[in-house]
């Protein structure tokens, strides 16, 4: 393969040709002998005058037209290697048109499914309506009640009727009384109720009035009349005591102005006649 800038190798060997036959001639060659005796080949001896110019220029424009094929036979070699075969073409066809088909196919199940589901969670709506409203509590209409109203003589605080005795009793006397009137002696649960019920009573030298305690079942173990554990209380310092078998609780006014009602519960012989208080739960729009 030549280089680029050396002559082709075409010329090389036409040179060499030239040279092997001049040399063999002139090897053949006898100094004594005329030219008659080995006469030299008219073709080279043209060859020699003429020179390798022609031959020389004819070795290019071959050689050119050589590598200019060779380029268009690697170029056309190129473009048809990278083009897709006929055969590949038709043999795809066939697959896209099935990968076609499924695509549309599982498009159609997908559709198919949302609406299923759509319609599901519907149906779940409306079945979790139908257990709510199942389980919903009926609503009670409020009526209006008249309001409570005690009787003659009786005080109303937090819907219980009291009433103040002016009668002396034992402390069960007092109790059976207030149980003929539909009540019991009263049960003070709290100031509120001790504080209104301590400003009913008129004041005096010891105005006391019983009210529904006792420890006469245990002592010091206090009960109210209706088996209910006392709590707390308002009893005055130093009470309860029992200082003479006092088993029966009541509460005391007198005119001293320094005694207030949260510390006013004394005890005392159940037997001692005493005014009393009882007390008459009352219902909403009850008389």
Known sequence: MSTPGSPPAYEGMYSKLLDDEGAYVERNRRPDVGQGAHPVSPVVLALRQRGPGPYRFATICLAALCVVLLISI???TVRYSNKPEPDGESNSDP???????NVTALTAIIMKLREEKKQLQKEKEELQAKLAAMKA?????PTTKAPVVCQTDWRLFNNSCYFISTVQRSWLASQQFCQTKGGHLAIIHTAEEQTFLWNLLPRGHWNSYWFGITDEQTEDQWKWVDGTTLVGGFWEAGEPNNHINEDCGYIVKTRV???????SWYDAPCSMNLPFICEKEMGAGTT
């Open 74 to 76: 690697i170029a056309v």
């Open 95 to 101: 697959q896209k048109q099935t990968q076609d088909a």
């Open 257 to 263: 102005l320094e005694r207030v009602a949260i510390r």
């Open 137 to 141: 509590p009926e609503v009670i209409k």
